[in-house]
C-alpha cells in the first residue's frame, strides 16, 4: 500500500536523537574548548555524524577527504569509523582552527589516522591522485561546493561516496524572497548535484540536510 511521507516535526527529531549514539566526553569538552575560542558554532550533529559512521563501515571505507576541518569535530568521528590502516585527510583554510583541530585530534583515540592539510580547498585537493578515496564530505565555503564536487569526482573511486553537509541552507532554503549569497549557493549547488552524471543521490534530512551520493 503506497502512503504519503510523514511530516516530521521537532519531537520526531527528538526521538531520533534519544535513540542515536552520541558524543563522548572528549568531544564535548572538543565543542565546549571551541565555543571558548570562538570557533563558528556550526559543527554538524551527532546523528548526522553517526550516519556517517554507519556509511562508512557499511562500505568499507579507508580513506576519506573532508573540506572543511573547523575544530576536529567530524574528523574525529569519521577516523573512529575506519579501520587500522585507515586515513582522513582533512583540510582546512584558517591557520587558527587547524591548529585548535591538531591540538584536539592529538588527545584522541585516532590521531595517528588524521591528517591536517593547511590550505584552500582547491590548492590541496588537486594535490590528491585520482581514485586515492573512497568517501569525500564536504563542509565548507558554499560558492565553492561545485569547484569542490569536480575533484571529489575525480579523487572519490567509483562505487564511493560523496556526503555534502548544508543542503537545507542553515534552513532558508525554501524561503521566499531574496536570499544572500551562500543561500543561492546552495540552491544552485543541490541543483547541479540531482543534476550531474555519474552520481546517484539523495539529500537526508538529519541537521540541516545532507547530500548522501554514491560515485556510479
Known amino acids: 500500500m503506497s502512503q504519503t511521507s510523514t511530516v516530521l516535526t521537532h519531537r520526531h527529531f527528538d526521538y531520533l536523537r534519544e535513540r542515536t549514539l552520541a558524543d563522548d566526553d572528549l568531544l564535548v569538552s572538543l565543542k565546549e574548548a571551541a565555543k571558548a575560542a570562538g570557533l563558528p558554532?556550526?559543527?554538524?550533529?551527532?546523528?548526522?555524524?553517526?550516519?556517517?559512521?554507519?556509511?562508512?563501515?557499511?562500505?568499507?571505507?579507508?580513506?576519506?577527504?573532508?573540506v572543511g576541518t573547523l575544530g576536529g569535530y567530524s574528523a574525529i568521528w569519521m577516523a573512529r569509523a575506519l579501520p587500522e590502516g585507515g586515513r582522513v585527510r582533512t583540510i582546512e583554510v584558517s591557520e587558527r582552527h587547524a591548529r585548535f583541530a591538531?591540538?584536539?585530534?592529538?588527545?584522541?583515540?585516532?590521531?595517528?589516522?588524521?591528517?591536517v592539510h593547511v590550505g584552500r580547498g582547491m590548492d590541496v585537493l588537486p594535490r590528491f591522485e585520482p581514485g586515492s578515496a573512497d568517501a569525500a564530505f564536504l563542509d565548507a565555503d558554499?560558492?565553492?561546493?561545485?569547484?569542490?564536487?569536480?575533484?571529489?569526482?575525480?579523487?572519490?573511486?567509483p562505487?564511493?561516496?560523496?556526503?555534502?553537509?548544508?543542503?537545507?541552507?542553515?534552513?532558508?532554503?525554501?524561503?521566499?524572497?531574496?536570499?544572500?549569497?551562500?543561500?543561492?549557493?546552495?540552491?544552485?549547488?543541490?541543483?547541479?548535484?540531482?543534476?550531474?552524471?555519474?552520481?546517484?543521490?539523495?539529500?537526508?534530512?538529519?541537521?540541516?540536510?545532507?547530500?548522501?551520493?554514491?560515485?556510479?
Request: net charge negative; with cysteine.
Open 41 to 66: 558554532e556550526i559543527a554538524i550533529a551527532p546523528e548526522q555524524a553517526s550516519l556517517i559512521q554507519v556509511l562508512l563501515r557499511a562500505s568499507g571505507a579507508r580513506e576519506v577527504v573532508e
Open 102 to 115: 591538531r591540538e584536539w585530534i592529538e588527545r584522541s583515540d585516532v590521531a595517528g589516522r588524521i591528517e
Open 142 to 157: 558554499k560558492e565553492s561546493y561545485p569547484a569542490y564536487l569536480g575533484e571529489c569526482l575525480r579523487i572519490v573511486r
Open 159 to 216: 562505487g564511493g561516496l560523496i556526503l555534502v553537509d548544508n543542503a537545507f541552507a542553515f534552513g532558508r532554503l525554501l524561503e521566499a524572497g531574496e536570499v544572500d549569497r551562500d543561500v543561492a549557493a546552495v540552491r544552485a549547488f543541490n541543483d547541479l548535484m540531482a543534476r550531474t552524471a555519474g552520481l546517484q543521490g539523495v539529500i537526508v534530512p538529519l541537521g540541516d540536510g545532507m547530500w548522501v551520493a554514491v560515485r556510479t
